[in-house]
C-alpha cells in the first residue's frame, strides 16, 4: 500500500470543542486514489473514535469518519449512511453527514431527513433498530464526512429505569472494548481514544500486531489514545480461524479478571430466580426421568428434552434480556427461546432434578482472550456431578445429536458463572474415534459394467449427527427417499433394491447405522483388455460428514490457524468382486502420513477376481496451527487421490 501524506488529527476531551477542524477537502485531494489501491472500493481516510467514560461505566461515544469512493461498484453500497443499535441499551444520532464532491462542491445532508426503522432480523427478534440517512448517487472520487453521537452499549439490561440509567453496562460501574484494527478496505488513520475516572484501573492488551499507544492525564480522568495508520486487512486464507483471532485488536476492560465476571454472572441470575421451578417445571421433569437409570443417564434425557423441544426462537421477552437469562417458567411456557433461554431452561429443570447446575458463556467460532472485555455470544449449562466436576451442557447445539456438548465447540474458551467464581477455560479435544465414520462396502461388477452391492454406514457423534440430519430435517414421508437422494447427488442412475436406517428419531439409544442394497448401470469402464472402476465406498459419497474433503491442498504452507468443523475418523472399504481376473496396472500413488494435525493409512490389493480398497483417515483437531498443515494436507490429498483417479485393471485372459 502506497503511504500517503496526512494531517495527523489529535483530540483531547473538553467543554469547548471536541472535534478538531482539519482540512478536509486536503485530505482528500491527497489521500489518494483506485490506482493508488488496486482492487480497493473505498478508502477510510480517517476514523476516528471518542469515549467519555462514567463513574457508573455510562459511556457516550463521539465517532468521526470520512470515506471517500474509490470505485463506482462500491458507490451503491455507501448510497445510505446506517448505524444499527438496540434502542433498549444504546441511544444512536446521526448528528451531521456531509457530501464532497470531487468538485469541489460541498453538500450538507438535512438532518430531520435521518430515519429510524426496525433492523432486519432473522430467527432473533430483539427490537433492534437502525439509524439511516440517503447520500444518493455517488461518483469515484467523492467522499462522505459522517458524524455520530452515542451512549450505551450493545447488550439490553434488566432494568427500566428512565433517564441514562438503562445505559448503564450490565456490570455496573465498570468498561470495556473490543477495538478492531482491520478492514477489508484500506485505512489512512484510526484513532481510539477513551477517558477513564481515575479511580479505575484499566487494563488492556493489542493483539496480533502493533498500535500506537498513549496515556495522558486529562482533569479527573485518564486518557488513552490508541492510533493505526495505513493499514486493511491482510489476505485471508480458505477455512481460516476468526480474523479476530489473527488480525490486530485491541482489548481494554476495568473489570480485574474473569473471576470477577463469573462472580457477578452467577449473582445477577441467582438475583433475578432465572431458575426457580414452578409445579408444571416439576411434574414434566419427573415426567422425563422416570426410568432413568443413573445421574448421567438423567442429565443426558433433560439436556435433549430441552435441545430437542424448545425452538431457537428469540423474541422480545422484556426483563431478562442481556446477561440476565429469562425464567425458566416463561421458557417453559413459550417453549422457544435463544441459546441462553435454552440454557437456563435445562438449569432450571436439572435443579427441579436436585443437580446443582449453573450457566455459563462461551464464544462461538473465536477465541476468548485473557482481557476481561466480553467477548461472548453464546450461553451454555454446567451441572456438578457426584465426582464434584463441572460437566458442560449445551442444549442449543446437541437437536438430534447424540452428545451432550457439541464437539463442535471443541478447542473453544468458556466462563462459567459459579457460587465460587472461575476463570476462564477451555474445551478439550474430542478424539477422532468419537466422531468416527463408517462405510464398508461388498459389491459385484458386471461385464456391462452394471455395479450392484450392498453399502453398510456406521458413524457416531458429530459424524452420526451429519448423516442422520438426513431425515431429521426431513418431514417423516421424505424418509424413504432420503439416502436414495442424497447417493443420487453422485450417481443420478442409481437405483436402491432395499435399504434398512431404523428409527433416525431414536438417535439416544444407538450411534446411526443403515444398510443399503443398489444397483448403478454402466458403473466402471469394461473392455476386452481392462477395466476401470472406483470403488463406491471410497468414490466421494457422504461427503456431507467429511468437510475435510472440501479443502484446497495446493498451497504448501498456510500462515494462520485453521479450523474443521470437527476432529473425526473416517474408515472407508469395499470388496469389489469382478467378472475376470484381473492385475492393477495402475492406481493413485499413496503415501502412508502420520503427523499432529492428521494420519492417513490405505490403498488397494488385489487377489485373483476380487479388488478391495481400504482407507483409514484421522483428523485430530478441530483448531490447527500451522504446523499442523503437513499431515492435514496429506491426508485431504490421498483420500481426493483415491477419490478423483480410478484404478486400472488389466484383464488376465488365461
Known amino acids: 500500500m502506497k503511504t500517503k501524506p496526512i494531517l495527523i488529527i489529535a483530540f483531547l476531551f473538553s467543554a469547548i470543542s471536541l472535534w478538531a477542524s482539519p482540512d478536509i477537502q486536503s485530505l482528500i485531494k491527497k489521500s489518494g486514489n483506485q490506482k493508488d489501491y488496486p482492487g480497493k472500493n473505498t478508502l477510510m481516510i480517517f476514523d476516528s473514535t471518542h469515549v467519555d467514560v462514567r463513574e457508573s461505566g455510562l459511556s457516550y461515544v463521539n465517532i468521526h469518519k470520512l470515506i471517500k469512493i474509490l470505485n463506482p461498484k462500491d458507490a451503491k453500497s455507501n448510497a445510505t449512511v446506517r448505524f444499527g443499535y438496540d434502542p433498549l441499551s444504546a441511544y444512536v444520532e446521526i448528528k451531521q453527514v456531509n457530501i464532497y464532491r470531487k468538485s469541489?462542491?460541498?453538500?450538507?445532508?438535512?438532518?430531520?431527513?435521518?430515519?429510524?426503522?426496525?433492523?432486519?432480523?432473522?430467527?432473533?427478534?430483539?427490537?433492534?433498530?437502525?439509524?439511516?440517512?440517503?447520500?444518493?448517487?455517488?461518483?469515484?472520487?467523492?467522499?462522505?464526512?459522517?458524524?455520530?453521537?452515542?451512549?450505551?452499549?450493545?447488550?439490553?439490561?434488566?432494568?427500566?429505569?428512565?433517564?441514562?440509567?438503562?445505559?448503564?453496562?450490565?456490570?455496573?460501574?465498570?468498561?470495556?472494548?473490543?477495538?478492531?484494527?482491520?478492514?477489508?478496505?484500506?485505512?489512512?488513520?484510526?484513532?481510539?481514544?477513551v477517558g477513564i475516572p481515575k479511580d479505575k484501573f484499566m487494563q488492556y492488551k493489542v493483539y496480533n500486531g502493533e498500535v500506537m499507544s498513549s496515556i495522558i492525564p486529562n482533569g479527573d480522568k485518564w486518557l488513552y489514545t490508541f492510533t493505526k495508520?495505513?493499514?486493511?486487512?491482510?489476505?485471508?486464507?480458505?477455512?481460516?480461524?476468526?480474523?479476530?483471532?489473527?488480525?490486530?485488536?485491541?482489548?481494554m476492560s476495568t473489570s480485574p479478571d474473569w473471576k470477577a465476571k463469573s462472580l457477578?454472572?452467577?449473582?445477577?441470575?441467582?438475583?433475578?430466580?432465572?431458575?426457580?421451578?414452578?409445579?408444571?417445571?416439576?411434574?414434566?421433569?419427573?415426567?422425563?426421568l422416570k426410568g432413568a437409570k443413573n445421574e448421567m443417564d438423567s442429565v443426558s434425557l433433560l439436556t435433549h428434552w430441552v435441545a430437542d423441544n424448545i425452538r431457537y426462537s428469540g423474541i422480545s421477552m422484556g426483563c431478562g434480556e442481556g446477561y440476565?437469562?429469562?425464567?425458566?417458567?416463561?421458557?417453559?411456557?413459550?417453549?422457544?427461546?435463544?441459546?441462553?433461554?435454552?440454557?437456563?431452561?435445562?438449569?432450571?429443570?436439572?435443579?427441579?432434578?436436585?443437580?446443582?447446575?449453573?450457566?455459563?458463556?462461551?464464544?462461538?467460532?473465536?477465541?476468548?482472550?485473557?482481557?476481561?472485555a466480553d467477548q461472548f455470544n453464546h450461553s451454555v449449562s454446567v451441572v456438578k456431578m457426584s465426582d464434584g466436576k463441572y460437566h458442560l451442557l449445551d442444549p442449543t447445539w446437541v437437536p438430534f445429536v447424540r452428545e451432550l456438548w457439541s464437539s463442535l465447540e471443541q478447542q473453544q474458551n468458556y466462563l462459567m458463572g459459579v457460587p465460587e467464581g472461575a476463570g476462564l477455560m477451555i474445551t478439550p479435544i474430542s478424539p477422532p474415534k468419537n466422531h468416527y465414520f463408517k462405510i464398508t462396502g461388498n459389491s459385484r461388477l458386471m461385464k456391462d459394467g452394471s455395479l450392484e452391492g450392498q453399502l453398510v454406514i456406521d458413524a457416531e457423534g458429530q459424524s452420526d449427527a451429519s448423516v442422520r440430519r438426513i431425515y431429521t430435517?426431513?418431514?417423516?414421508?421424505?424418509?424413504?427417499?432420503?439416502?436414495?437422494?442424497?447417493?443420487?447427488?453422485?450417481?443420478?442412475?442409481?437405483?436402491?433394491?432395499?435399504?434398512?436406517?431404523?428409527?433416525?428419531?431414536?438417535?439416544?439409544?444407538?450411534?446411526?447405522?443403515?444398510?443399503?442394497?443398489?444397483?448403478?448401470?454402466?458403473?466402471a469402464i469394461v473392455t476386452e483388455n481392462e477395466i476401470i472402476i472406483t470403488p463406491m465406498a471410497v468414490s466421494g459419497i457422504f461427503k456431507r460428514a467429511m468437510s475435510h474433503i472440501y479443502f484446497d491442498t495446493k498451497p504448501e504452507e498456510r500462515k494462520y490457524?485453521?479450523?474443521?468443523?470437527?476432529?473425526?475418523?473416517?474408515?472407508?472399504?469395499?470388496?469389489?468382486?469382478?467378472?475376470?481376473?484381473?492385475?492393477?496396472?495402475?492406481q493413485p500413488e499413496l503415501s502412508m502420513t502420520s503427523g499432529t494435525g492428521a494420519s492417513f493409512k490405505g490403498g488397494y490389493t488385489i487377489d485373483g477376481k476380487s479388488l478391495s480398497v481400504s482407507e483409514n483417515l484421522k483428523f485430530k483437531k478441530r483448531v490447527y496451527e500451522p504446523e499442523d498443515w503437513g499431515s492435514f494436507r496429506e491426508a485431504v490429498k490421498m483420500q481426493q487421490a483415491i477419490m478423483n483417479e480410478p484404478v486400472i485393471l488389466s484383464i488376465n485372459k488365461d
Open 324 to 372: 440476565t437469562l429469562h425464567k425458566g417458567e416463561m421458557t417453559f411456557s413459550d417453549r422457544c427461546g435463544v441459546c441462553k433461554d435454552k440454557a437456563g431452561m435445562l438449569i432450571t429443570m436439572l435443579r427441579a432434578a436436585g443437580f446443582k447446575s449453573y450457566a455459563a458463556m462461551t464464544m462461538a467460532g473465536s477465541r476468548i482472550d485473557a482481557i476481561p
Open 473 to 523: 430435517s426431513n418431514y417423516r414421508e421424505a424418509w424413504g427417499t432420503a439416502l436414495e437422494k442424497e447417493l443420487k447427488k453422485t450417481y443420478p442412475r442409481i437405483m436402491i433394491a432395499k435399504q434398512d436406517y431404523g428409527n433416525p428419531m431414536d438417535y439416544q439409544s444407538a450411534p446411526f447405522h443403515a444398510v443399503i442394497s443398489y444397483r448403478i448401470p454402466d458403473y
Open 561 to 586: 490457524n485453521f479450523r474443521d468443523r470437527c476432529s473425526r475418523q473416517v474408515m472407508l472399504s469395499e470388496t469389489v468382486e469382478l467378472p475376470f481376473g484381473s492385475e492393477i496396472t495402475y
Open 264 to 288: 457477578w454472572f452467577y449473582s445477577v441470575n441467582e438475583d433475578y430466580g432465572s431458575f426457580e421451578t414452578t409445579p408444571a417445571i416439576s411434574a414434566k421433569v419427573d415426567k422425563i
Open 104 to 193: 469541489g462542491k460541498i453538500e450538507k445532508l438535512d438532518m430531520s431527513k435521518v430515519m429510524d426503522y426496525p433492523a432486519p432480523a432473522r430467527a432473533i427478534y430483539w427490537g433492534a433498530s437502525e439509524k439511516m440517512i440517503e447520500v444518493g448517487r455517488l461518483e469515484t472520487g467523492d467522499a462522505i464526512e459522517v458524524s455520530l453521537f452515542r451512549k450505551g452499549f450493545t447488550y439490553a439490561l434488566l432494568s427500566d429505569e428512565g433517564d441514562d440509567s438503562k445505559y448503564i453496562p450490565p456490570m455496573k460501574g465498570q468498561y470495556y472494548d473490543i477495538v478492531e484494527f482491520w478492514s477489508s478496505q484500506p485505512v489512512l488513520e484510526k484513532v481510539y481514544q
Open 229 to 251: 495508520k495505513d493499514y486493511d486487512q491482510p489476505k485471508r486464507e480458505p477455512h481460516m480461524v476468526a480474523a479476530s483471532d489473527e488480525f490486530t485488536k485491541l482489548l
